[in-house]
């Protein structure tokens, strides 16, 4: 029976790419979408064009009730789950911490820490036969942001401290929780904070001296996720070209 994953944000960036690489590794790929309903849907055809197994589910994690109906349903449709990547969340428009407000710092750690919070909780409810969690944090969260989004640099450093206490809880139960950092990635995320040009005028600080794609950062995850890393949690792997 092939095995079962969760991708939240599946569909662009780094979450459609790590779906279209577990789907081609053989995992059937339950991924979610908040609002892109129709790059959701593109990202599920993709793998069945490519004999792959995909479903696309609306769902918002910083709601309590839609997270838990998640994982309800994957239960209901394939009666196990074997995986779960944690990749929903937001980048806040770049700004100094002065101008950050109460409203903007709440959804940003409603949406990109407690979602992950709430999809760990009901993942390890589900994985019974054990399983392996990836959280994506981000470079932000030892780098700090400076000037830039503190709001998100701090939502992704809780994620870290996270998987780290997750994974030493989950261990007994063969249970493996780890987490990837990726750096400066060419995905749609960095025009949504305000600075289309980030990644690009950036690029030159990083020692491999260009950016990082979504299926990079995929490839990784993907590996945390198999076999081959079985022996690897509380884990945080930098995908960030020495940055």
């Not at 599946?10 to 129709?38: P, Q």
């Not at 064009?49 to 994982?71: C, I, K, N, P, Y």
């Not at 640099?153 to 063969?174: F, N, Q, R, W």
Request: hydrophobic share 40%; with cysteine; net charge neutral.
């Amino acid at each position: 029976m092939s095995r079962v994953l969760i991708v939240t944000g599946g569909s662009r960036g780094i979450g459609a790419a790590t779906a279209r690489l577990a789907a081609d590794d053989g995992w059937t790929v339950v991924l979610t979408y908040r609002s892109e309903e129709k790059a959701a849907r593109n990202v599920v055809d993709e793998i069945t064009q490519a004999g792959g197994t995909a479903q696309a589910m609306r769902v918002d994690v910083s709601e309590e009730d839609e997270v838990v109906r998640l994982f309800n349903d994957c239960q209901d449709r394939h009666r196990r789950l074997d995986g779960l990547v944690n990749n929903a969340g937001i980048l806040p428009p770049i700004g100094s911490l002065k101008d950050i407000s109460t409203e903007r710092w709440t959804r940003t750690l409603t949406i990109n820490t407690t979602g992950v919070f709430l999809c760990c909780r009901e993942a390890i409810k589900s994985m019974a036969r054990g399983g392996s969690i990836v959280n994506v944090s981000s470079m932000a969260a030892p780098l700090g942001a400076p000037n830039e989004f503190l709001d998100y640099a701090a939502s992704k450093g809780a994620v870290e401290s996270m998987t780290i206490g997750l994974a030493k809880e989950m261990g007994p139960v063969g249970i493996r929780v780890n987490a990837v950092r990726p750096g400066l990635i060419t995905t749609d995320i960095h025009q949504s904070a305000g600075d289309a040009g980030r990644v690009e005028r950036l690029a030159v600080s990083v020692p491999l001296r260009r950016a990082g794609t979504p299926e990079e950062t995929a490839a990784a995850i993907v590996w945390l996720l198999s076999d081959a890393a079985a022996y690897v949690t509380g884990s945080i792997l930098p995908v960030s070209g020495g940055r």
